[in-house]
């Protein structure tokens, strides 16, 4: 039933869904000197598959071959662009106009641009586990427009803080008057959630209408979305953040996009979606994938499903539609300069399509990273994601994964008792299986996220466990990514809705109450403020520490509930401890010998106190970083 009203949806508005003027193409623009000269240009007009198209001369540039789709309204334009081609204007031609509407746009142009001789310097330059991530969410960070609170030409005209389910008015300007927030903070690169046009109506979620505040509901890949600031607002975003040599993360989804986009109001062609299996549910079973026994109906019951209903599934093994979404990371990259690529339901999507866009991006941009998203259930699941020693038939080639099952570990460590495989135990079993990846400090490691409970609430807000977590965070291998307001203490849990765990950063608008400005000292308790401060001096201690950023690991088995492990190389070393146990301990420090050999003091990092290495003793449910002195 939800699939013939879905149909009856497209026959209602699809007409209104294409131009009946000058052309929609997509992409909107493209650069001469790219690695790549294939380019496939897709035209959207009212009867343009009727109409005999060709491209006047232009010197390196070759019409090779056009493909109407099933929709009338929709060919396929296949170039080449050579590399003596130099930036221009391409003009294209209609003889046999079909539409009278369009009768002034019988020819179209198509920009070529000179690519930034800027990528892989101040731009496009990669996230390494050199750098801190910041994830906000634009829409619940800061208001710096109020402006561009409701945008009259959308389908959601609502904007009321009041309602956890509506917008609330945050944008990029909110966010860069915040940067002197993230200097302090030590942070070197946003993560947004995806910032892409959502131009979608109340949808219904768990029982709420919801907006599409959290950014996850395209309806138009080459749209920014004019809330947040439009087009023209990313770019200068961008270019900010990378003139205060900081970088950008943008969230990506290839799986699925929302039922109001434009091309799901009117499809290309029938197999634009998958569609096997209506609109129904995946069985959200990774092991499909790497399992030697899986059954090929749910592998496909996996990739064909749909995450929700009202985000059609796009069909990534249909040539046009891969080409499209690969066309749109890398024009995404080169337009506004993006460092790394965090993609979404990273295990719903067809595998050799995302080592198809993940080459694409790597050879016109050998820096920019990908690192995907999938909530798997084991650390086999997340390292079959990337790239990886297992003996699988398929190999991905993603540079890294959103590391769940640190995560978990960590989490672990915090809040549970000791045994053979829970508490701390769990980090160090977790880190063992490290050998299945090829590149783990490529990993993004995280205490939480927009998709989860707050740590502080997870831990019964217990500041002893919470700096536990802080100094996991920021010493172990890999990139650490902090969620907006953990800083801070923010704290809640998922209650019928991800909304209660989304909730706005206070002092980010206007009407916020100075003394709740969290952005400020005179904003933060005594507690937020030493939470505020703990990150921050280990964060930037992080900075400059080649032993963390760049450096090996050693752990030693737990022992007591004491869990220390070691970040080295030949200019520092790096002591991580943690007692999680219920009594003071003094360590026996001959059994750590391999690392502490040679070393006679140990400093905090955090507070700077130096004491002796072999007097040094950890309290009950305390946690050091210390830094090995001779």
Same mark, same amino acid.
């Given at each position: 039933m939800?699939?013939?009203?879905?149909?009856?949806?497209?026959?209602?508005?699809?007409?209104?869904?294409?131009?009946?003027?000058?052309?929609?193409?997509?992409?909107?623009?493209?650069?001469?000197?790219?690695?790549?000269?294939?380019?496939?240009?897709?035209?959207?007009?009212?009867?343009?598959?009727?109409?005999?198209?060709?491209?006047?001369?232009?010197?390196?540039?070759?019409?090779?071959?056009?493909?109407?789709?099933?929709?009338s309204n929709y060919i396929f334009l296949d170039i080449t662009i050579s590399a003596i081609t130099k930036p221009g204007t391409l003009k294209f031609r209609i003889d046999n106009l079909q539409s009278p509407e369009a009768v002034s746009y019988k020819t179209f142009d198509f920009e070529l641009r000179q690519r930034s001789n800027q990528n892989g310097k101040t731009r496009a330059l990669g996230v390494t586990a050199k750098d801190f991530i910041y994830l906000l969410i634009p829409d619940r960070f800061a208001n710096g427009d109020p402006s561009n609170d409701i945008i009259?030409?959308?389908?959601?005209?609502? $904007? *009321?803080? +009041?309602?956890?389910?509506?917008?609330?008015?945050?944008?990029?300007?909110?966010?860069? &008057? @915040?940067?002197?927030? /993230?200097?302090?903070?030590?942070?070197?690169?946003?993560?947004?959630?995806?910032?892409?046009?959502?131009?979608?109506?109340?949808?219904?979620?768990?029982g709420n209408k919801v907006a599409g505040y959290h950014g996850y509901w395209f309806?138009?890949?080459?749209?920014?979305?004019?809330?947040?600031?439009?087009?023209?607002?990313?770019?200068?975003?961008?270019?900010?953040?990378?003139?205060?040599?900081?970088?950008?993360?943008?969230?990506?989804?290839?799986?699925?996009?929302?039922?109001?986009?434009?091309?799901?109001?009117?499809?290309?062609?029938?197999?634009?979606?998958?569609?096997?299996?209506?609109?129904?549910?995946?069985?959200?079973?990774?092991?499909?994938?790497?399992?030697?026994?899986?059954?090929? $109906? *749910?592998? +496909?019951?996996?990739?064909?499903?749909?995450f929700v209903p009202h985000l059609p599934d796009? &069909? @990534?093994?249909?040539? /046009?539609?891969?080409?499209?979404?690969?066309?749109?990371?890398?024009?995404?990259?080169?337009?506004?300069?993006?460092?790394?690529?965090?993609?979404?339901?990273?295990?719903?999507?067809?595998?050799?399509?995302?080592?198809?866009?993940?080459?694409?991006?790597?050879?016109?941009?050998?820096?920019?990273?990908?690192?995907?998203?999938?909530?798997?259930?084991?650390?086999?699941?997340?390292?079959?994601f990337t790239r990886n020693n297992i003996a699988s038939p398929f190999k991905h080639n993603a540079k890294g994964m959103l590391d769940f099952q640190v995560c978990f570990g960590m989490l672990a460590g915090m809040n549970e008792k000791l045994d053979w495989l829970t508490g701390v135990n769990k980090i160090y079993t977790t880190l063992t299986q490290d050998v299945l990846y090829k590149e783990p400090m490529n990993n993004c490691i995280f205490l939480d996220n927009h998709d989860m409970d707050r740590v502080f609430s997870v831990i019964d807000e217990d500041w002893k466990k919470m700096k536990m977590g802080f100094n996991w965070l920021l010493t172990l291998r890999g990139i650490p990514?902090?969620?907006?307001?953990?800083?801070?203490?923010?704290?809640?849990?998922?209650?019928?809705?991800?909304?209660?765990?989304?909730?706005?950063?206070?002092?980010?608008?206007?009407?916020?109450k100075e003394k709740e400005n969290r952005f400020t000292r005179q904003g933060r308790n005594d507690k937020q403020e030493e939470a505020f401060d703990y990150v921050s001096r280990l964060a930037n201690f992080r900075k400059s520490s080649s032993a963390i950023t760049s450096g090996k690991t050693m752990q030693f088995i737990p022992k007591e509930g004491v869990y220390i492990y070691f970040r080295y190389d030949t200019k520092q070393t790096v002591m991580v401890i943690t007692n999680s146990g219920d009594k003071d301990i003094n360590p026996d420090w001959s059994i750590y010998q391999e690392r502490t050999k040679g070393f006679t003091q140990a400093r905090n990092v955090?507070?700077?106190?130096?004491?002796?290495?072999?007097?040094?003793?950890?309290?009950?449910?305390?946690?050091?970083?210390?830094?090995?002195?001779?």
């Open positions: 939800r699939r013939c009203q879905f149909i009856l949806l497209l026959l209602i508005v699809s007409a209104k869904s294409w131009s009946n003027g000058a052309p929609n193409i997509y992409p909107t623009n493209w650069w001469v000197g790219m690695k790549n000269p294939n380019l496939q240009l897709m035209i959207h007009r009212d009867r343009v598959a009727n109409e005999k198209i060709s491209m006047l001369p232009y010197t390196g540039v070759k019409l090779v071959k056009q493909t109407k789709a099933e929709n009259n030409d959308y389908r959601d005209k609502t $904007s *009321d803080r +009041k309602d956890k389910f509506s917008r609330h008015g945050g944008d990029f300007k909110g966010i860069e &008057n @915040q940067l002197e927030y /993230f200097n302090q903070l030590g942070v070197s690169t946003l993560w947004l959630t995806p910032v892409i046009e959502n131009d979608m109506p109340l949808m219904n979620e768990w309806t138009d890949h080459y749209a920014v979305d004019k809330r947040f600031g439009g087009n023209e607002g990313y770019k200068q975003f961008c270019n900010t953040l990378h003139s205060k040599g900081m970088k950008v993360i943008q969230d990506a989804v290839y799986n699925h996009v929302g039922n109001h986009h434009w091309f799901v109001l009117d499809p290309p062609m029938k197999s634009w979606f998958n569609t096997s299996q209506g609109d129904m549910a995946p069985n959200h079973r990774e092991e499909v994938f790497y399992d030697p026994y899986a059954s090929q $109906s *749910d592998k +496909k019951a996996m990739l064909d499903g749909w796009l &069909n @990534q093994q249909n040539p /046009f539609v891969a080409n499209f979404l690969i066309q749109h990371a890398v024009w995404t990259t080169e337009e506004y300069g993006i460092d790394g690529w965090r993609v979404d339901t990273y295990k719903y999507c067809d595998e050799q399509f995302m080592n198809n866009v993940n080459s694409a991006l790597e050879k016109e941009f050998p820096f920019v990273t990908v690192f995907g998203e999938s909530w798997v259930n084991s650390t086999v699941a997340n390292a079959y990514q902090i969620y907006y307001g953990t800083e801070v203490l923010m704290k809640n849990k998922k209650v019928n809705t991800d909304a209660t765990v989304r909730e706005d950063f206070p002092g980010g608008w206007a009407d916020d955090v507070t700077g106190k130096t004491k002796p290495l072999n007097t040094l003793s950890i309290e009950a449910k305390e946690s050091l970083v210390l830094e090995l002195l001779k």
